[in-house]
């Protein structure tokens, strides 16, 4: 499966954004698919996650009651809509693909097809 983010941009503190994944491949509806960050001089960290039929979420704490991970599989898509956001979210997200049958997984490893990221910057 081939993705590709988009829906970054610059943004004042508190205000909102929603990114887009779209995926090729007939295949995506069996992935369970992930959001992940990387600001400048860090790791990339898990940010939010999805079952495959869109059941199950996940979140990490720093982003939990602001940021909200959703799919439509009718249009091998999964967005994350961003609320309340923060100097700190300022980061390079990626959207990416775990095609096993475990849910919620963190580890960057655990996903084998990434996106191309799409820039984040919130101005204080």
């Known amino acids: 499966v081939q993705l590709q983010a988009s829906g970054g941009g610059l943004v004042q503190a508190g205000g909102s954004l929603r990114l887009s994944c779209a995926a090729s491949?007939?295949?995506?509806?069996?992935?369970?698919m992930g959001w992940f960050r990387q600001a400048p001089g860090k790791e990339r960290e898990f940010v939010s996650g999805?079952?495959?039929?869109?059941?199950?979420?996940f979140y990490s704490d720093s982003v939990k009651g602001r940021f909200t991970i959703s799919r439509d599989n009718a249009k091998n898509t999964v967005y994350l809509q961003m609320n309340s956001l923060k100097p700190e979210d300022t980061a390079v997200y990626y959207c990416?693909?775990?095609?096993?049958?475990?849910?919620?997984?963190?580890?960057?490893?655990?996903?084998?097809?990434w996106g191309q990221g799409t820039l984040v910057t919130v101005s204080s």
């Open positions: 990416a693909a775990d095609p096993s049958r475990y849910l919620g997984r963190s580890s960057p490893s655990a996903y084998d097809y």
């Open positions: 491949g007939r295949t995506f509806s069996s992935y369970n």
């Open positions: 999805i079952s495959w039929g869109g059941l199950s979420t």
